[in-house]
């Protein structure tokens, strides 16, 4: 399938008249015109490569953000999280950790290898503080180590990078951006999903906090 029979495939899907103006600028906020259910998004994947499987993984972010949806939400927000013990969120955090490390020896990062192969303390949080960043140079030095990831890392569905404005804008977060497009992505690495933990975290309202001391934090909103 070309560029523009792709374009015109998902203009189609989501409905609109033939006189509106449809570029891949036009993809940014695409999912959202399908929420709270993902309504007909399925036939948006029908002729792709492996786009069951990436199909399968949206729905997951539409289930998991129908509870609690407001038609004015520009992103997927998880309001109705999924129940999680701190046991559960720290072996979380421990499998997002050996992940790193996987990418990390691919990428010959010496110093992601260290920090993500240790030992390191993982506490929960269960509010954020109104001072917490996620900002560190830790948190940096694992975005450009992903980002050069998976920049060198070509899709097998040859129009996957077309559709990156459509994906990324779900919660602007790369991290859930590369779990949705895994499939796309997988053979050209030996780590096993990588970025399943994040989305396992997001789903039940989490998120860690790479801290420069090398701890990670766990944040999540109090439940019940």
């Known amino acids: ?10 203009k189609e899907v989501a409905g609109l008249p033939d006189n509106v103006s ?12 399908f929420r709270p259910h993902g309504g ?3 036939k948006a994947f029908e002729s792709l490569d492996r786009g069951s499987e990436v199909l399968a993984r949206v729905m997951g972010v539409f289930a998991a953000t129908a509870e609690g949806f407001a038609p004015g939400d520009a992103y997927f927000i998880v309001r109705a999280p999924l129940p999680a ?5 720290v072996a979380l955090a421990r499998r997002q950790l050996t992940a790193w490390a996987v990418i990390g020896e691919e990428m010959e990062d010496e110093e992601i290898i260290g920090w993500a192969s240790s030992a390191a303390k993982v506490r929960v949080v269960r509010k954020a503080p109104e001072d917490a960043t996620f900002e560190t140079e830790r948190a940096a030095a694992l975005y450009d180590l992903l980002t050069d990831w998976a920049f060198g890392s070509d899709p097998s569905e040859s129009n996957a990078s077309l559709m990156g404005e459509a994906f990324y804008s779900i919660a602007c977060d ?9 499939p796309w992505h997988r053979d050209n690495s030996d780590a096993e999903e990588p970025f399943e933990p994040h989305f396992e975290l997001w789903r039940r309202g ?4 790479y801290l420069d001391n090398g701890e990670i934090e766990v944040y999540r909103e109090p439940q019940g």
Do not use: C, K, V
């Open 1 to 10: 399938m070309t560029e523009q029979e792709l374009l015109d495939l998902w």
């Open 22 to 33: 449809w570029n891949e600028d036009s993809l940014y906020g695409y999912f959202q015109r």
């Open 40 to 42: 007909d998004i399925p």
């Open 85 to 89: 013990s701190d046991d559960d969120l």
């Open 174 to 182: 790369p991290y859930l951006t590369q779990h949705l497009t895994w």
């Open 206 to 209: 989490a998120r860690l906090a």
